[in-house]
């Protein structure tokens, strides 16, 4: 069967119907080709395509084509999918969506989002996100978090430096750490700093020590056989100062006195030690003609050996 060709070289065609009719190019039962070489313009409503594939050799398509107000008027552009029994998917460019923007600090309206008809969030599966460098910006308002929510322990998975920890990672690190892997110091302040910082033997190859500092001032430090505080040193059963050359010095506040509930022993001194500036300097060498062994230094240039009773009664009666 040879091809029928209208031709109207010089003029327009058209082809009118009744009102509210309908125009069928028809190809038959064995689907044909409906070509038109040129633009194709459509004025109505509504239009259908029908096709199982629709083939676009557009690299742009334009929707809400001719808008002339400030944004979408109608508020919404986009695409709109049929799920059947399920509400249909919509992708659009929402004017009403704020976000923050990080490269001009400042609030921008109009997003793209993806909801349902009935304008509920749906959700996006993607493996990569890409900013151009720029910062990533999540959540921008309200109270909502960031979740791994419906993965699999996601705290034993961070095993590389850039990977984002959970809560979970952290509260195990954390328990970890002081379970396991002890904080050595504790420290507040910088210029004029405060610690307490615990060193052991089995690390540092020192003795081990526990240091007290006080605004960068050494306070007291205690060790396996000993404690210094200021510049006292117990040591077993001794009481001692550490600085060499410097009084012990034993008193108490107010009206109180010292008190000794046992015995005193003064040990014997090679020497006699220098006067005090002030008060009585009691001390022990060999016995001279006091037969008692105990001296004195007053502070007012006195000094001698506390003679023995019966000492004092023999010199009485030689003298």
């Known amino acids: 069967m040879s091809s029928k060709i209208l031709a109207l070289p010089n003029s327009d065609y058209k082809v009118k119907v009744q009102s509210g009719g309908t125009i069928t190019l028809d190809t038959g039962l064995a689907s044909g080709t409906v070509t ?22 557009d690299n742009i398509i334009t929707l809400n084509n001719g808008e002339s107000g400030t944004g979408i008027t109608l508020t919404q552009s986009g695409i709109q999918i049929d799920r ?7 992708i659009v460019f929402d004017e009403t969506v ?35 460098g720029g910062d990533l910006y999540l959540i921008n308002s309200g109270t909502g978090v960031i979740s791994v929510t419906g993965t699999n322990n996601y705290e034993t998975q961070i095993t590389d430096d850039d990977d984002i920890p959970n809560k979970k990672y952290v509260d195990d690190t954390i328990v ?20 307490v910082e615990v060193r052991d033997t089995e690390v540092s190859g020192a003795p081990s020590v526990v240091t007290f500092q006080i605004d960068n001032l050494n306070k007291g430090q205690i060790f396996g056989n000993r404690v210094e505080f200021e510049d006292f ?56 003609a006091g037969g008692t062994g105990l001296f004195f230094k007053h502070s007012a240039s006195k000094s001698g050996e506390i003679i023995s009773r019966q000492n004092a009664l023999l010199l009485s009666m030689l003298f």
């Open 98 to 132: 704020t976000w923050a923007d990080p490269i001009s600090a400042t609030t921008i309206t109009g997003g793209f989002t993806l909801v349902n008809a009935s304008g509920t969030l749906q959700g996006l599966r993607i493996n990569s996100v890409s900013t151009g």
């Open 233 to 288: 040193r117990f040591q077993d059963n001794i009481l001692s100062t550490t600085a060499s050359d410097t009084d012990l010095i034993l008193e108490s506040q107010g009206t109180g006195g010292v008190i000794v509930n046992d015995n005193f022993t003064l040990t014997l001194q090679g020497s006699d030690p220098a006067s005090p500036l002030d008060g009585l300097k009691v001390y022990v060498k060999a016995p001279a």
């Open 84 to 90: 059947g029994s399920y509400p249909d998917a919509k």
């Open 176 to 195: 970890t750490q002081l379970t396991s892997t002890f904080q050595r110091r504790i420290e507040e302040g910088s210029a004029s700093k405060s610690y």
């Open 36 to 57: 038109i070489t040129g633009d194709l313009l459509v004025n109505g409503n509504t239009t259908q395509v029908s096709s199982a594939n629709l083939n676009l050799k």
